[in-house]
């Protein structure tokens, strides 16, 4: 078995979403939020769509359907939380403050570059 799935299938990714370390962030960086235009400011929602991402990709490799992936998940797959969401770059040296939060970012983002490891070995 590829050393990357092996490695993929150890992270845990099921862990219960962070809805109270997500409000918590919102509480302690209301007024932060509050400068964000509304059309920007859905920090949970925002979350859930970049782990649903990295999920996505990795249900379709543990499948072996890699070929299946559409290239818009594999170029934002390439984005970090934060590249991908700029507007709350005021939250991420303080993430760590927020343990079940900061757990499931890194999580999420070391599947994240195991992914884009394993999809850059199968290009031609």
């Known amino acids: 078995m590829d050393n990357e799935i092996q490695q993929l ?3 845990q990714l099921r862990n219960p979403f962070p809805y109270r ?3 918590k962030v919102q509480a302690d960086f209301r007024s932060d ?3 964000l235009p ?3 400011n859905f920090l ?3 979350f859930n769509t970049y782990c649903m991402n990295v999920a996505g990709t990795l249900s379709y490799i543990l499948a072996g359907n ?3 992936i559409p290239q818009r998940q594999i170029e934002l797959l390439q984005l970090a939380f934060f590249d991908w969401f700029p507007q709350y770059q ?3 040296d303080r993430i ?4 079940d939060l900061s757990e499931e970012y890194t999580n999420f983002n070391e599947a994240r570059i195991i992914l884009i490891r394993h999809l850059s070995k199968l290009k031609p």
């Open 21 to 23: 370390d997500m409000e």
């Open 9 to 11: 299938q150890s992270i």
């Open 66 to 68: 890699e070929e299946k």
């Open 38 to 40: 509304d059309s920007e």
């Open 33 to 35: 939020f509050m400068r």
């Open 96 to 99: 760590w403050n927020y343990s």
């Open 44 to 46: 949970i929602g925002d």
């Open 90 to 92: 005021f939250i991420k």
